[in-house]
T-cell receptor, first 113, second 116 residues
Framework: NAGVTQTPKFQVLKTGQSMTLQCAQD?????MYWYRQDPGMGLRLIYY???????DKGEVPNGYNVSRLNKREFSLRLESAAPSQTSVYFC????????????FGQGTRLTVV | AQSVAQPEDQVNVAEGNPLTVKCTYS??????LFWYVQYPNRGLQFLLK??????LVKGSYGFEAEFNKSQTSFHLKKPSALVSDSALYFC??????????????FGKGTKLSVIP
């Protein structure tokens, strides 16, 4: 049982380049999330998708776009990468119920130079 | 808006001693509270959650947490710390955010170091 799978695990981009972070879950969860983790800042929500076909902005959405491709997959796109987007990105999924815990992927470490 | 505060960036405790990692929250309505642990270069792992009922919640690896509604706190505890408990701990709260969706909001994390 893979749980939440993120690709790639590591990536180095030049300023201005674009890329898509992929996330897939095999737990039949309705809700999916993208977070970024920075030292001293904890985890900050970028975007989330409560269910297939819906996406909403979180705390720090600027510079990012998302696509909920189907129930399993939720991708995060950086259209024009900036050094401020250097971070560790985590995808998570959960059942839609408010009491449900979230399950996290292993993270993508992104460096923008 | 919901929020979580973890007042201590780092907690040091001797092996075998009890440990406490503090968390306070702010949310409208009933809170649903969670603790997660992150080991180096890994994703977050779920430890325990408070939904309703008993104020003392037991979770994985011998951890427990005490919910206190009047103090809006949800402190993580363990009676006897192990060196292997050294990690980054996150408190989180989940509450309705409109349109039937439930955001999960995290604190900034507390680094726990257990000293042999």
């Amino acid at each position: 049982n893979a749980g939440v799978t993120q690709t790639p695990k590591f990536q180095v981009l030049k300023t201005g380049q674009s890329m898509t972070l992929q996330c897939a879950q095999d737990m039949n969860h309705n809700s999916m999330y993208w977070y970024r983790q920075d030292p001293g800042m904890g985890l900050r929500l970028i975007y989330y998708s409560a269910s297939e076909g819906t996406t909403d902005k979180g705390e720090v959405p600027n510079g990012y776009n998302v696509s909920r491709l189907n129930k399993r997959e939720f991708s995060l796109r950086l259209e024009s990468a900036a050094p401020s987007q250097t971070s560790v990105y985590f995808c998570a999924s959960s059942a839609r119920e408010v009491r449900a815990e979230a399950f996290f992927g292993q993270g993508t470490r992104l460096t923008v130079v | 808006a919901q929020s979580v505060a973890q007042p201590e960036d780092q907690v040091n405790v001797a092996e075998g001693n009890p440990l406490t990692v503090k968390c306070t929250y702010s949310v409208s309505g009933n809170p649903y509270l969670f603790w997660y642990v992150q080991y180096p270069n890994r994703g977050l792992q779920f430890l325990l959650k408070y939904i309703t009922g008993d104020n003392l919640v037991k979770g994985s690896y011998g951890f427990e947490a005490e919910f206190n509604k009047s103090q809006t706190s949800f402190h993580l505890k363990k009676p006897s710390a192990l060196v292997s408990d050294s990690a980054l701990y996150f408190c989180a709260v989940r509450a309705p955010s409109g349109a039937g969706s439930y955001q999960l909001t995290f604190g900034k994390g507390t680094k726990l170091s257990v000293i042999p």
